[in-house]
């Protein structure tokens, strides 16, 4: 049990700096609260389908400002969607992105709506590997007879 007990540790100390870096904010806390036996995968499951959400707004976004006349309300409409998506799984730098790149969108500012989509790529990009690792460790402590231990 010591190889479990060192797992948990591992879980805790990573998911603590997830949150201390600002990848992680306390919606992602709750939504880890809202995991019990009868839905084991629950988080697994929200996430996943923010993964999936996320990469069809990134693709719709990078399609809208290639257009030769950008519809900036239709841009500020994937933004914005993505600001919600990533708010309510905490990703709070995907988040905070988001609030940027609406400001540009505001300013009909097409640099600064391409430099922040480059910005909310890599912002993803980042936190999707991380909440991977984060399931990876999930998975470990669970196959060697663990509990998933609570974050406060």
């Known amino acids: 049990m ?21 990848y992680l904010d306390d919606q992602f806390t709750q939504l880890q609260k809202l995991q019990d036996e009868s839905n084991p995968d629950f988080v697994v499951e929200v996430v996943s389908l923010y993964f999936e959400d996320s990469e069809k707004l990134l693709n719709n976004l990078a399609t809208a400002l290639q257009q030769k006349i950008v519809d900036y309300k239709q841009v500020d409409s994937h933004v914005h969607q993505f600001k919600g998506s990533s708010s309510s799984i905490g990703a709070q730098r995907v988040a905070t992105v988001c609030v940027h790149f609406r400001n540009f969108c505001e300013e009909k500012n097409l640099e600064g709506c391409v ?10 990009i980042l936190v999707r590997s991380k909440l991977e690792a984060l399931f990876r460790l999930e998975q470990q402590i669970v196959q060697a007879g663990g509990q998933i231990p609570m974050m406060e």
């Open 2 to 22: 010591a190889a479990v007990a060192q797992l948990q540790r591992q879980f805790i100390e990573y998911t603590t700096s997830l949150h201390n870096e600002g």
């Open 115 to 124: 430099r922040c989509l480059q910005q909310l790529k890599q912002e993803y």
